[in-house]
């Protein structure tokens, strides 16, 4: 006997980290480089983080490449820059929108 058992969880974005996320992408690449994404079936172990903290998956792009798990998949090292200030930035408007004590 074959029994497949499944423990991916549903991976959903929150308003609020979402809206965190994205201005920081537009702060980052301007608003003319970020693009909404519609929602995709593919299994990702992120789900399992966002079920213990409220957050959002984001896509960071880096040009004209194979895909991601392709074995001819080029990472764009000119995008490296961009990765780092858009998290430095995230963390800065997420500290930014706490409320201080």
Known sequence: DIIFQSFDA???NE???TDLARSAAK???GENNVL???PVMGGEDFSFLAQARPGAFVWCG???SAGLHHPAYNFNDEAIPYGTSYWIKLVE???GS???S
């Open 98 to 100: 706490r409320p201080t």
């Open 93 to 95: 408007n997420t500290l």
């Open 27 to 29: 702060g980052v690449a």
């Open 10 to 12: 549903i991976l959903f």
């Open 15 to 17: 308003v609020q980290q």
């Open 62 to 64: 880096n040009g004209d």
């Open 36 to 38: 909404e994404t519609p």
